[in-house]
């Protein structure tokens, strides 16, 4: 079965400061990942994923994460923070050896952003 | 293209009425995945489905609680005689093609309150 870890319910950043969201998974098999946005009152959107291939993945607006499986870890990244950001960042999993994709997901951390 | 539409947005009951949740789900797009978010909690699946039939509904709590997704029309997620319980909120997610490492396009939620 797999599971998700997010360190930090709450990260605070300063605008043009570096973001750095924790997730750490614990699956029986090569999971892909997730990390999803969710602004206020509204759905989540993909911000990126990893499936098999080069491990450091680029997404939406400026965010990247790195697969470790040494370190079973799926970090969220961006150089610089922008007021924008502010939202909550969710990190999932989903088994590859399944017929479908059954996202776990973290409890999610909601990044505030201060000018 | 219009996105994953949900509705109500907002839903008030009483214990023991009935909640209907309806889910839409993007052109093309004939999975449909639902998952639940309890305040503070990251959202858990319930069910998978495809056009007429339940494929996955290992997340679904035993009872009062169906869905389904008819050949015309949108999904519906529909609880029976509601508690305080099933305060959430309730995403529905919709992808072209099943698959682990496709991506699920998910719409605002339906916010459910049981007075």
């Known amino acids: 079965a797999q599971s998700v870890t997010q360190l930090g319910s709450h990260v605070s950043v300063s605008e043009g400061a570096l973001v750095l969201l924790r997730c750490n998974y614990s699956s029986s098999v090569p999971p892909y990942l997730f990390w999803y946005v969710q602004y206020p009152n509204q759905g989540l959107q993909l911000l990126l994923k990893y499936t098999t291939g080069a491990t450091l993945v680029k997404g939406i607006n400026g965010f990247e994460a790195e697969f470790k499986k040494s370190e079973t870890s799926f970090h969220l990244t961006k150089p610089s923070a922008h007021m924008s950001d502010a939202a909550e960042y969710f990190c999932a999993v989903s088994a590859p050896d399944t017929g479908f994709q059954k996202l776990v997901f973290g409890t999610g951390t909601r990044l505030l952003v201060s000018p | 293209n219009a996105g994953v539409m949900q509705n109500p947005r907002h839903l008030v009951r009483r214990r023991g009425q009935e909640a209907r949740l309806r889910c839409s789900p993007m052109?093309?797009?004939?999975?449909v995945y639902w998952y639940r978010q309890l305040p503070e909690e990251g959202l858990k699946f319930m069910v998978y489905?495809?056009?007429?039939?339940?494929?996955?509904e290992s997340g679904m709590p035993k009872e009062r609680f169906s869905a389904e997704f008819p050949k015309e029309g949108p999904s519906i997620l529909r609880i029976q005689q509601v508690v305080r319980g099933d305060s959430a909120a309730y995403f529905c997610a919709s992808s072209p093609v099943a698959g682990p490492q496709e991506t699920q396009y998910f719409g605002p939620g339906t916010r459910l309150l049981v007075l």
């Open positions: 489905l495809q056009k007429e039939n339940i494929i996955d």
């Open positions: 052109k093309g797009h004939s999975h």
